[in-house]
């Protein structure tokens, strides 16, 4: 079992693929606040953007809300995945997006 579950965690290494897997995002900033990210809709805002979604990425895109004025410099936020509740909602991609992403990945 242990070869299996090496192998599924080696394959999450973008967001695609914690979407496809159904996991969220957990987001830590340094100052200390959390914000949970649905995977899917993560992935599809920097599809949209076309932005490098693999996860050593997507901290560099990311800000805290409270610290973005700050003029002191910050570490960017840490990225996990998880399973926890989504705390801030994203707007999801339509079907025909969604199942085409699916569809790549199917076989």
Known sequence: MTETRDWYDARLTHLQFLALYKWN?????????????????????????????????????????ACKFDRRPRKPPRCEKTRDEVTHPLPMPDDREWRKMVSRYRS
Not at 36 to 48: I, K
């Open 25 to 65: 995002v957990r987001v830590t900033c340094d100052c200390g606040r959390t914000a949970v990210f649905s995977g899917a809709g993560l992935w599809w805002r920097f599809e949209r953007k076309h932005w490098s979604d693999r996860l050593q990425d997507v901290p560099k895109r990311l800000t805290c809300n």
